[in-house]
């Protein structure tokens, strides 16, 4: 049987983390297909070695950048949006999918997975499409946030009339969107499509303190889940327009990544998933629920029953046994 899995930020400039990537072992996963949704790294040269042998680990190997990706400090590139098409040529030399592709799962059950590309929207771009959320009671010093983020650093953007990142990469997904799929959907991007997935619900920080218990940590959630209190990442998560193209898509499944906090719920009718490797020190806090049980990519694909919740409901139930 083949499986899908899925991970996202999985930073492989950070020596922990190639330890886990290369713990991946093709006699696990060489039937399989794995979707990566982006935050390898900014280097170039280290993304095509960890893309490369995951397509040694894994049958086929779907991909879209995150914005560490596009992090322009080499020279090389002129602008994040050159090093963004420089990695689609990259990933088309490896086989690495950037593109619509049918997963055949079990015979005469096959899933089209769908990437889509993304941003985030700022709420000075455009006030009706930022995931921006107002904290209610701390007050935020914009200059500082922004000073704070490092792709106000090393991304570097030519001049979009009319436009800004989060635009430009949606209407490249518009092919992709307005085509008919007559089999399941799984899509995925980077970047978060909604601002009700930015904060954990109670069953995710429930997942959160079964995390810490399984690791011998104290059995109680750390302050803010390790985000500074001050900072409001909702700045900087994602585009309403994303979901928009979800909905348009059909998708049973949208996986995402670039929180580091791992989630998993229903919203009419769409399944929406994150499971990030993230940083060693949140994975040393159990702040990555999940991970202690998969070691490395989550299945997505086929779900075993107790994890198919009714609509509405936190997707959190037992995992799916790993056969």
């Known amino acids: 049987m083949s499986r899908i899995y899925a991970i996202a930020d999985i930073h492989t400039d950070h020596k922990d983390n190639v330890k886990h990537v290369k ?29 490369y042998e995951l397509t040694q680990t894994f049958q086929q190997v779907f991909f879209v950048p995150g914005n560490h990706e596009l992090w322009v400090k080499s020279g090389k590139e002129k602008n994040s949006f050159q090093k963004f098409h420089e990695i689609r040529r990259l990933c088309d030399r490896l086989g690495v999918k950037t593109r619509p592709g049918r997963v055949a799962v079990l015979e005469g059950q096959d899933v089209m997975v769908v990437p889509l590309f993304s ?31 490092m792709d106000n650093h090393n991304c570097v953007w030519p001049t ?9 990469f949606c209407e490249l997904n518009e092919d992709a969107v307005a085509s008919s799929y007559d089999i399941p959907v799984i899509s995925f991007s980077h970047f978060m499509p909604r601002s009700d997935l930015i ?20 059995p109680s959630l750390p302050q803010n889940q390790g985000a500074p209190r001050f900072f409001n990442f909702s700045r900087f998560a994602g585009c309403k327009q994303l979901d928009v193209q979800i909905r348009q898509l059909g998708s049973v499944i949208h996986f995402h990544g670039h929180q580091h906090r791992n989630r998993d719920r229903v919203i009419d009718g769409v399944r929406y998933i994150s499971h990030s490797l993230g940083y060693k ?21 086929p779900l075993a029953k107790s994890d198919k919740p009714s609509n509405g409901d ?7 046994e790993i056969s």
Not at 160 to 168: F, H
Not at 199 to 218: C, D, F, H, Q
Not at 314 to 320: L, V, Y
């Open 199 to 218: 904060l954990p619900s109670e069953k995710e920080n429930a997942a959160v303190i079964m995390e810490r218990t399984s690791m011998g940590l104290e």
């Open 23 to 51: 713990s991946w072992k093709r006699e696990r996963y060489g039937n399989d297909t794995l979707i990566l949704a982006g935050d390898v790294t900014d280097s170039i040269s280290l993304l095509e070695e960890t893309l």
């Open 119 to 149: 941003w985030y929207t700022t709420p000075e771009e455009d006030s009706m499409d930022t995931l921006y959320v107002r904290h209610p009671s701390v007050s935020e010093d914009v200059a500082t946030m922004n000073l704070m983020w």
């Open 314 to 320: 936190t997707a959190i139930n037992k995992e799916p």
């Open 281 to 301: 020190r949140e994975r040393d806090e159990g702040l990555l629920w999940g991970m202690s049980h998969w070691g490395g990519p989550r299945q997505i694909w």
């Open 160 to 168: 979009l009339y009319d436009s800004y990142p989060a635009q430009y």
